[in-house]
């Protein structure tokens, strides 16, 4: 097949600007490629995707909806990237059997009647607007096989039921390395943002006395420094956003990966990073984190938002193997078990 990925509109890919998507495409790509497929993503400039062709387009990125009120209007700014985007694929939509939307825009919902190609949709967050609750609704219920989510947590934040396709997620395993002796130190991973939550990982870091380790992007300043402000003597160490290969170097010597989401997480890559290089995932039972994680066996689910169930997790890891955490990525989350999913999915909507 010839397949049009459409990228986030919040960021360039590498950036760490478009968290979790920037992975998830990366890795469908290449899972599909390693099939024989032909792929094109199209991008933001600058976009850097190594291995697969990236056609760079220009304008101004969207605000990401996680950061607006629920009723906010749909608002495009002056020369918007989204919609240079979709001008592109409208234009060459004929040269492709299948388009796929990876952005969390109302736009892209919108126009997929207007697509003489199917458009394909990866919803990559939870609920988070009324608008794109509504076109996302309209579109499963006139596109029924064109959408797709990745937990069965996060589609149900649209009222949908089992019914849905999830897709999970998946990486590239041979990039990560078991970590079979942990150093004593906690990792936390993820786009810094009030939605993530850190700070829950950073009070627990203060009451076990454990240094917590902080990789990802700093998406949020004013957040960020509140809490080097609310806790200057926790136990913290920002590492930065680093490369794949230099993220699970570090982070397969962690003892656990605290997941602390605030919102209803769509998946949670960085769980199955964790796992893995063997690390222990202790995470809040919400959101995809509670699908991923086998409680007692690859980590722990701990009632969410309760720092005291962080911390009652962290004095049992001895309990965990971490081999069973690297068994666990191995069968559910290879990149072969992704290409299965995601190829089945496009190949049934051919069918149609
Ligand atoms: N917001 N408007 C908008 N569009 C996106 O594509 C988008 C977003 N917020 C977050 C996001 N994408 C990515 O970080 C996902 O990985 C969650």
């Known amino acids: ?94 040269d492709f059997d299948v388009i796929v939307n990876f952005a969390y825009d109302w736009l892209p919902f919108y126009l997929t009647p207007f697509f003489s190609r199917p458009v394909a949709h990866l919803v990559s967050m939870a609920s988070v607007s009324n608008a794109m609750d509504r076109v996302i609704k309209g579109a499963i219920a006139q596109f029924p096989d064109y959408i797709a989510f990745h937990s069965y947590a996060q589609a149900a934040t649209f009222g949908l039921t089992d019914s849905c396709r999830c897709l999970g997620n998946a990486i590239d395993l041979s990039l990560y390395r078991f970590g079979e002796i942990a150093t004593s130190n906690l990792a936390w991973i993820g786009r810094i943002a009030p939605e993530k939550a850190l700070e829950d990982a950073v009070v627990a870091a203060q009451k076990t006395g454990i240094t917590l380790k902080i990789f990802g992007k700093i998406q949020d300043k004013d957040y960020w420094e509140k809490i080097c402000r609310d806790y200057p ?3 913290i160490e920002y590492v930065g ?20 989401p605030r919102w209803v997480e769509a998946f949670g890559n960085v769980a199955i990073e964790a796992l893995a290089c063997g690390v222990p995932v202790i995470a809040y039972r919400r959101g995809g984190p509670s699908e991923i994680v086998r409680d007692g066996e ?55």
């Not at 290449?30 to 792929?39: D, K, N, S, V």
């Not at 956003?241 to 602390?260: G, H, I, K, Y």
């Not at 689910?301 to 911390?311: A, M, N, Q, R």
């Not at 690297?326 to 190829?343: I, K, W, Y």
């Open 298 to 352: 690859t980590g722990f689910l701990v009632e969410p938002d309760s720092i005291t169930g962080l911390v009652d997790a962290i004095a049992r890891l001895d309990e965990i193997d971490r081999h069973a955490c690297r068994e666990q990525a191995e069968q559910e989350f290879s990149l072969e078990a992704m290409g299965d999913r995601t190829e089945k999915w496009f190949e049934e909507i051919l069918q149609k």
């Open 233 to 235: 003597d926790a136990p």
């Open 1 to 94: 097949m010839k397949l049009l990925f459409v990228s986030t509109s919040v960021g360039a890919l590498g950036t760490g600007l478009g968290g979790g998507v920037e992975l998830t495409i990366k890795n469908i790509a290449q899972a599909l490629q390693q099939r024989g497929h032909q792929i094109q993503v199209v991008a933001p400039t600058e976009s850097v995707l190594t291995g697969i062709p990236v056609r760079e387009i220009s304008g101004n990125l969207q605000v990401p909806a996680q950061t607006q009120d629920r009723d906010v209007p749909i608002c495009l700014p002056d020369n918007s990237v989204l919609a240079n985007m979709w001008e592109y694929a409208r234009q060459v939509q004929a």
């Open 241 to 260: 956003f680093l490369s794949t290969a230099q993220l699970q170097q570090q982070l397969s010597q962690c003892q656990a990966l605290l997941m602390t």
